[in-house]
T-cell receptor, first 116, second 114 residues
């Protein structure tokens, strides 16, 4: 069972470069989201999607872009990487909107991104 | 304001000791859900438990137990007879019935010393 698959696992970028973090889930989940994890700050929501074609901003959306053209995929784009975006990124999916039936989130393995 | 507060940043215990991880939440919704996740040193996030706001019954699963108290807005997690494999960062999270996201606490790093 693949679950939530994130690629790549590690990435080093130079300031100003752009890249896309890939996220795919095979559980037919409606809800997908991206978090960043920084020391002492827990998991902060970047963007989320409640279904194909629908996305919205979370707590820390600046510098990131998302789209959801299919149920399965939810890529995260860094438009012009900055050192402040050095972090561990997690993609997560859940059966439905978190508040609906209390669906738990399933997480990918994470992407450790360093911007130099 | 933080919706989920985990005041304990780091805890160290000796193997076989019991340890309680605190979680305090804040919400105005009457329907909400509380979660605990474990993040071992390998980095993945593992779901441990979900509780809805209408079920205050305590839950026990092996050495793990959870105490949900609406009166104090707390959802604490106790590990009995801790083991080295329990060493991890533990996150408490909240979702609200009319919300679109999970709110995570900042995590508690637990180290179990052999």
């Amino acid at each position: 069972n693949a679950g939530v698959t994130q690629t790549p696992k590690f990435q080093v970028l130079k300031t100003g470069q752009s890249m896309t973090l890939q996220c795919a889930q095979d559980m037919n989940h409606e809800y997908m989201s991206w978090y960043r994890q920084d020391p002492g700050m827990g998991l902060r929501l970047i963007h989320y999607s409640v279904g194909a074609g629908i996305t919205d901003q979370g707590e820390v959306p600046n510098g990131y872009n998302v789209s959801r053209s299919t149920t399965e995929d939810f890529p995260l784009r860094l438009l012009s990487a900055a050192p402040s975006q050095t972090s561990v990124y997690f993609c997560a999916s859940s059966y439905s909107n978190p508040g609906t039936r209390g669906s738990e989130a399933f997480f990918g393995q994470g992407t450790r991104l360093t911007v130099v | 304001a933080q919706k989920v507060t985990q005041a304990q940043t780091e805890i160290s215990v000796v193997e076989k000791e019991d340890v309680t991880l605190d979680c305090v939440y804040e919400t105005r919704d009457t329907t909400y859900y509380l979660f605990w996740y474990k993040q071992p040193p390998s980095g993945e996030l593992v779901f441990l438990i979900r509780r809805n706001s209408f079920d205050e019954q305590n839950e026990i699963s092996g050495r793990y137990s959870w105490n949900f108290q609406k009166s104090t807005s707390s959802f604490n997690f106790t590990i009995t007879a801790s083991q080295v494999v329990d060493s991890a960062v533990y996150f408490c999270a909240l979702s609200e019935a009319f919300g679109n996201q999970f709110y995570f606490g900042t995590g508690t790093s637990l180290t179990v010393i052999p």
